[in-house]
């Protein structure tokens, strides 16, 4: 396995544009297909490839670009679109069906058809019903600092996962975070045709935990009967008795959702002085304080730890699979990171 990626791009093109390209960027250094384009506004159409070269490429209202992972037909796709603001995008999912139905032109992105797969993650209305004019959402809290994608260009479980985020905003937060990554193999049904999840928000620091607006997505049971988009996931974290965190307000469980103040992990017995990091399990809240439901799995790139950790600071520097710490509150979460590459604050 290796990351590849765009890092340290500064936000020079409000702020959407840059960050799109950066996960278009990174999409193609991992052998990701751009298979249709366009340039926004009254700009150029392509239907068999990119005309994005740029961030000032996507900074138009309506650019947009359709990836399709390497796995080549049939395997997931995406739509990257800027919105008709320049902090606004509209970003689509679609796990096998791909965006080959509508009238796609210069701003006007396909979709999966009415009976398709596509799943809007980022916007309002449906797939098929989507359009800047109407559906477009912030990405970005600011349109300062820099964007960052890391990619992995091998499979973990079937799925090609990739990592972006915007640092450098004034209160010191990370902004503008989204991910896509596998569940980790055998903490899922294998009969599950989508082994993978999704998480996104203007800020990373209340993706994870947030329970009046949870951001994590995923499909369940796909290709099964009665299979079902979920959104309004969360992370779910083994906790002490009277951690607290629990969304509905009570303080009893052995296990709690949300942000602990009882932190489940002590200190690596690998690394001296230093904070374990550990996979999550990702899950909807039921109203219980004792145990998850519709659980979908166990997260690869994304682990977490402790609060014992600076933002941005990297572990595993000049490794194979190094990570960085993109919230460093309550709990401490840490995405992939392209090998040898200092994060710009």
């Known amino acids: 396995m290796a990351y590849v990626g765009v890092t340290n791009l500064s936000a020079s093109q409000g702020g959407?544009?840059?960050?799109?390209?950066?996960?278009?960027?990174?999409?193609?250094?991992?052998?990701?297909?751009?298979?249709?384009?366009?340039?926004?506004?009254?700009?150029?159409?392509?239907?068999?490839?990119?005309?994005?070269?740029?961030?000032?490429?996507?900074?138009?209202?309506?650019?947009?670009?359709?990836?399709?992972?390497?796995?080549?037909?049939?395997?997931?796709?995406?739509?990257?679109?800027?919105?008709?603001?320049?902090?606004?995008?509209?970003?689509?999912?679609?796990?096998?069906?791909?965006?080959?139905?509508?009238?796609?032109?210069?701003?006007?992105?396909?979709?999966?058809?009415?009976?398709g797969d596509g799943q809007v993650i980022l916007g309002l209305s449906t797939d098929i019903n989507c359009t800047i004019a109407t559906s477009g959402s912030a990405f970005l809290n600011d349109a300062t600092g820099y964007v960052h994608c890391v990619a992995s260009n091998t499979a973990t479980n079937g799925v090609f996962g990739f990592w972006a985020f915007k640092s450098g905003f004034t209160n010191g937060a990370i902004g503008a975070f989204f991910c896509h990554e596998a569940i980790q193999a055998g903490s899922t049904n294998a009969a599950d045709g989508d082994q993978s999840w999704r998480a996104i928000g203007a800020s990373a620091n209340n993706i994870w935990w947030s329970s009046t607006n949870p951001t994590i997505s995923w499909w369940e049971k796909y290709n099964i009967s009665g299979e079902t988009y979920r959104t309004g996931g969360q992370f779910f974290v083994p906790a002490a008795l009277t951690s607290g965190g629990i969304p509905n307000g009570s303080s009893v469980g052995v296990f709690a959702f949300g942000n602990p103040t009882?932190?489940?992990?002590?200190?690596?017995?690998?690394?001296?002085?230093?904070?374990?990091?550990?996979?999550?399990?990702?899950?909807?809240?039921?109203?219980?304080?004792?145990?998850?439901?519709?659980?979908?799995?166990?997260?690869?790139g994304i682990l977490i730890g402790s609060t014992n950790q600076t933002l941005l600071d990297v572990f595993g520097y000049s490794s194979a699979e190094p990570r960085v710490i993109i919230v460093n509150s309550g709990l401490c979460v840490a995405m992939p990171w392209v090998p040898n590459v200092t994060p710009a604050l």
């Open 262 to 300: 009882s932190v489940p992990m002590g200190q690596d017995p690998y690394d001296s002085g230093k904070t374990g990091f550990v996979p999550v399990m990702i899950s909807r809240y039921n109203g219980s304080s004792t145990a998850p439901t519709y659980p979908k799995g166990y997260t690869t």
């Open 16 to 115: 959407a544009a840059d960050m799109l390209f950066a996960m278009y960027g990174a999409m193609i250094s991992a052998s990701w297909t751009c298979m249709a384009s366009g340039t926004g506004g009254a700009g150029g159409y392509s239907s068999s490839g990119s005309l994005i070269s740029t961030a000032a490429n996507f900074n138009s209202n309506g650019a947009w670009v359709r990836m399709r992972e390497p796995s080549g037909a049939g395997g997931r796709e995406y739509i990257l679109q800027r919105g008709s603001t320049a902090l606004n995008a509209i970003i689509k999912y679609s796990r096998t069906d791909g965006f080959v139905s509508g009238s796609p032109a210069a701003a006007t992105s396909p979709h999966t058809g009415t009976s």
